[in-house]
């Protein structure tokens, strides 16, 4: 699914390609959805359990081998082409274009490319979704150099490049989940992943009764890559200090509810608060698949709101704005889930809802919040969407028609 307006997207991508490079003809062009965290997020450093989605707003790279090492992109945050050599991929202060160098740079130093190329990159993913937006764009170029050199990559590959890469740029808030969504995500259908065994479940859902809205308050989170690394801090002293009464946990996915309440009074307060949430995010994670497999959405709901709860109260990540809103969003009827977006560089939240209570809902909430803030709430109402998509030359052709 390419989502409203998408057709237009591809086009309107395509005829700036033409006007900036010229003919088309020999390049590729892939589509890459967002992805966003259900259940399970801030237990990937510690080999959680996920339950994701990918939705219908998406990254749109179309690229065209050059004969010489030279590398042309024409990217969303700016109005003049970004111009570098094969040979000379250091960083830019544009987190976007540094990561995108970043893979180049991956990419050459394994002798995997001979040539540059000539690329135009837009989007239609909000902000606020932050690392899925990320894992997006990655995975929308890593897919499409692939095709475009023919190269011996195949999708594991593929997420390994792209871990290695954001592990050096945005360090270790990265969530190799969303990478695994992204790449893998099929029509209609929720994504199990468990980041242990590095396997995945694709989970049918009735995509016609459930929509997703985002909240997005447009407000900026100061440096919210510090409070995330923090927290990933204090779970590795919550790791060290339980591992002294128990030989062989390695990580938080080592540790089960009931020994951890046996053990609270051997770890700080905060840092038994941080484990906790884990813990629990992880339990609720298993106990989400059951529910999905028998369609109780609503109690798949309720677990996503309690998610929020915790994260708010024991992992302290929480904001004002983002408890109001997910408060809200429980007493609006056909609202099934509401919850903060993590790693987010925007305050938002993401809603299930049943499709035909949306209107109603988008309007309720957004009365709501701007009586409460004075301010403006933009919402976006999305459909669940396949992972990374190439667009063939017939297709091109429809879309043109």
């Known amino acids: 699914m390419i989502g409203t307006g998408g057709n237009q997207d591809i086009v309107r991508t395509v005829e700036l390609f033409h006007n900036v490079f010229g003919n088309s003809s020999g390049s590729v062009l892939h589509l890459s959805p967002a992805s966003l965290i259900l259940l399970g997020d801030h237990t990937h450093y510690n080999e959680g359990i996920l339950i994701s989605a990918c939705v219908d707003r998406h990254w749109i790279f179309i690229m065209k081998k050059r004969k010489d090492k030279e590398i042309n992109i024409l990217t969303p945050d700016s109005n003049e082409i970004v111009n570098f050599s094969l040979l000379n991929t ?62 011996d990559l195949d999708e594991r590959g593929i997420l390994d490049i792209i871990r290695r890469n954001e592990l050096k740029i945005i360090g270790r808030i990265s969530n190799a989940g969303h990478h695994h969504t992204a790449q893998f995500a099929r029509e209609k259908k929720l994504l199990y992943i468990d980041l242990k065994t590095m396997e995945h479940k694709t989970i049918p859902v009735d995509d016609e009764y459930l929509s997703l809205v985002i909240c997005d308050t447009g407000r900026e989170i100061s440096d919210p890559v510090k409070v995330c690394n923090e927290r990933i801090d204090e779970c590795e002293i919550g790791v060290k200090g339980l591992r002294l009464y128990i030989w062989g946990i390695k990580t938080l996915r080592d540790v089960g509810k009931d020994f951890l309440l046996k053990h609270y009074h051997m770890l700080p307060k905060r840092i038994f608060s941080r484990v906790l949430y884990n813990v629990k995010e992880r339990a609720r994670a298993e106990e989400a698949l059951k529910l999905l497999k028998k369609k109780s959405y609503a109690e798949f709901g309720a677990l996503i709101f309690e998610s929020h709860k915790n994260l708010s109260e024991d992992y302290e990540i929480s904001s004002d704005q983002c408890d109001f809103l997910v408060g809200q969003a429980g007493v609006i009827e056909g609202v099934l889930a509401a919850k903060m977006i993590s790693c987010s560089p925007i305050l938002s939240t993401f809603n299930l809802v049943v499709t035909g209570e949306v209107a109603k809902f988008t309007s309720r909430i957004q009365k709501a919040y701007e009586k409460r803030y004075n301010s403006r709430l933009k919402t976006h109402v999305l459909k669940l969407s396949g992972g990374v998509k190439k667009i063939s030359a017939k297709e091109l052709e429809f879309h043109f028609q």
């Open 90 to 151: 250091d960083g830019d202060n544009k987190e976007q274009r540094k990561l995108l160098k970043g893979l180049i740079g991956l990419l050459n130093g394994e002798n995997r490319l001979v040539n540059g190329f000539d690329c135009v990159v837009s989007t239609t993913v909000p902000e606020c979704m932050g690392l899925g937006s990320y894992a997006a764009y990655q995975v929308g170029f890593m897919n499409a150099i692939k095709k475009l050199y023919s190269l």
